[in-house]
Every structure is written in structure tokens, then in C-alpha cells.
């Protein structure tokens, strides 16, 4: 069974910084450039961050010089490190595969982790 298990949000004051963990299962890990998306309040899930199994990182322009994505093959883990954040960060993060139009490789999601910014 492919799984994706997120970890490592919280509350945290704008200008702070968290980092997010994601365990995948290798099935997808291994293959697929993986994903941090996120869902904040009334909005669409958005890709923000993607790595290629090659290291290659593509952002979205609103998190460009604040978060850095990093992959470890070796633990099947993605990690998507969250500077300067501000409270339009606030989402809930989720990460997975992402195909080659940028949309989730999976249809299943992991429960997400929560990310607070509070001014």
C-alpha cells in the first residue's frame, strides 16, 4: 500500500521558521518527483515546492528565497524547510508525487500537516 506520511507543523509566530517531514512509500519515492502542495482556508490545493529525483527544485513564486525542498533517498523522505513565513502560509501542507503536468500523482492523500502563522 503506497503511503504518504506528513510531520512537522505547528504554530509559529510570522518571521519564524518550521520544517516539514514527508515519508513515502518507495514505490513512489523512488520514481516520481515528489511534491509539497498545500490547502489553505477556502482555497485550492496548490503545488508549491517539487524536487526531481535528480535534486532539481522548481518553486512557486510566492515561497521563492523563503522555503527549501530536500529529498533523502535513502529514508524515503521529503522536506520542505519553511523560512520567513508569514500568515499567508497558513494552509494545511500535504506532499506527493508530481507528474510531468504538475498535477498529484496519487488520488489518495496522507492526513496533511497543519501550519499556523500568527502576525
Known amino acids: 500500500q503506497v503511503q504518504l506520511v506528513e510531520s512537522g507543523g505547528g504554530l509559529v509566530q510570522a518571521g519564524g521558521s518550521l520544517r516539514l517531514s514527508c515519508v513515502a512509500s518507495r514505490t513512489i519515492f523512488s520514481i516520481y518527483t515528489m511534491g509539497w502542495y498545500r490547502q489553505g482556508p477556502g482555497k485550492q490545493r496548490e503545488l508549491v515546492a517539487r524536487?526531481?529525483?535528480?535534486?532539481?527544485?522548481i518553486y512557486v513564486d510566492s515561497v521563492k528565497g523563503r522555503f527549501t525542498i530536500s529529498r533523502d533517498n535513502a529514508k524515503n523522505t521529503v522536506y520542505l524547510q519553511m523560512n520567513s513565513l508569514k500568515p499567508e502560509d497558513t494552509a494545511v501542507y500535504y506532499c506527493?508525487?508530481?507528474?510531468?503536468?504538475?498535477?498529484?500523482?496519487?488520488?489518495?492523500w496522507g492526513q496533511g500537516t497543519q501550519v499556523t502563522v500568527s502576525l
Open positions: 524536487i526531481t529525483t535528480g535534486g532539481n527544485t
Open positions: 506527493n508525487g508530481v507528474t510531468s503536468w504538475g498535477g498529484p500523482v496519487l488520488g489518495s
